[in-house]
Nanobody, 126 residues
Framework: QVQLVESGGGLVQAGDSLRLSCAASERTFTTYVMGWFRQAPGKEREFVAS????????YYADSVKGRFTISRDNAKNTVYLEMNNLKPEDTAVYYC???????????????????WGQGTQVTVSS
C-alpha cells in the first residue's frame, strides 16, 4: 500500500508560481508512474501531468503545457509539480497519484492509477 501526501498548495494571485510536492511512503517508488490531477468545484477530476518511473518522460494536459513542469526525485520518493503563470482557472484541489509502470511509458499499466493522495488546495485570485 502506497501512501501519498501532497503539500505546497495555497492562495496566490494570477501570474504567481507555486510548487506542489507529493511524498510517497513506499520504497518501491521507482516502480510507479506518477501523475497529478485536479478537480475544480462542480467539475470532474482531470489529468494534469504524468512522469515515467525514471523521470525522463513527461506528458501534460494542453491546458497546462508550457506553464507546469512535473519532476521527480527518486532518492526522496517525491514528485513535484512546478506551476508558473497561474490563472484563476487553475483553481482546484490537486491530487497526486501512483500507478504501476510498464516499460518507460508515461502512462500507468492499463491506464490505471492505484493510489491517490488526499489533495491540496490551490486557489488563484484574479
Amino acid at each position: 500500500q502506497v501512501q501519498l501526501v501532497e503539500s505546497g498548495g495555497g492562495l496566490v494571485q494570477a501570474g504567481d508560481s507555486l510548487r506542489l510536492s507529493c511524498a510517497a511512503s513506499e520504497r518501491t517508488f521507482t516502480t510507479y508512474v506518477m501523475g497529478w490531477f485536479r478537480q475544480a468545484p462542480g467539475k470532474e477530476r482531470e489529468f494534469v501531468a504524468s512522469i515515467n518511473w525514471i523521470g525522463a518522460g513527461t506528458y501534460y494536459a494542453d491546458s497546462v503545457k508550457g506553464r507546469f513542469t512535473i519532476s521527480r526525485d527518486n532518492a526522496k520518493n517525491t514528485v513535484y509539480l512546478e506551476m508558473n503563470n497561474l490563472k484563476p482557472e487553475d483553481t482546484a484541489v490537486y491530487y497526486c497519484a501512483a500507478g504501476n509502470s510498464i516499460g518507460n511509458s508515461v502512462f500507468p499499466r492499463d491506464g490505471k492509477y492505484d493510489y491517490w493522495g488526499q489533495g491540496t488546495q490551490v486557489t488563484v485570485s484574479s
